[in-house]
Nanobody
Framework: QVQLVESGGGLVQPGGSLRLSCAAS????????MRWYRQAPGKERELVAG????????TYADSVKGRFTISRDNAKNSAYLQMNGLKPEDTSVYYC?????????WGQGTQVTVSS
């Protein structure tokens, strides 16, 4: 049974930090590209960050560059999104995605709310 389970979301003040985790099971995690997306109410889902199979290549949306860091630990079948300098506009549901060829899996999302 394939599963992607996000965790680590919550309420944080502007300028604060959160670390999201994405725990994978049921497939060979180390052969899948990983990405984090987010979707705010009334908005389209947007790509936040991506990381290659080995972790050697990372990409970021312009809106999070310099503040967010994506990483993965293939030994732990997990991906992470370290979010620093959070802003109210970062408030969204955050999703992780694993894909390889025609195989494409999504997590259920974790809410991040940035508010004072």
């Amino acid at each position: 049974q394939v599963q992607l389970v996000e965790s680590g979301g919550g309420l944080v003040q502007p300028g604060g930090s959160l670390r999201l985790s994405c725990a994978a099971s049921g497939f060979t995690f180390s052969t899948y590209t990983m990405r984090w997306y987010r979707q705010a109410p009334g908005k389209e889902r947007e790509l936040v960050a991506g990381i290659s199979i080995t972790g050697g290549t990372t990409t970021y949306a312009d809106s999070v560059k310099g503040r967010f860091t994506i990483s993965r630990d293939n030994a732990k079948n997990s991906a992470y999104l370290q979010m620093n300098g959070l802003k109210p506009e970062d408030t969204s549901v955050y999703y992780c995605r694993a894909f390889s060829g025609f195989r494409d899996y999504w997590g259920q999302g974790t809410q991040v709310t940035v508010s004072s």
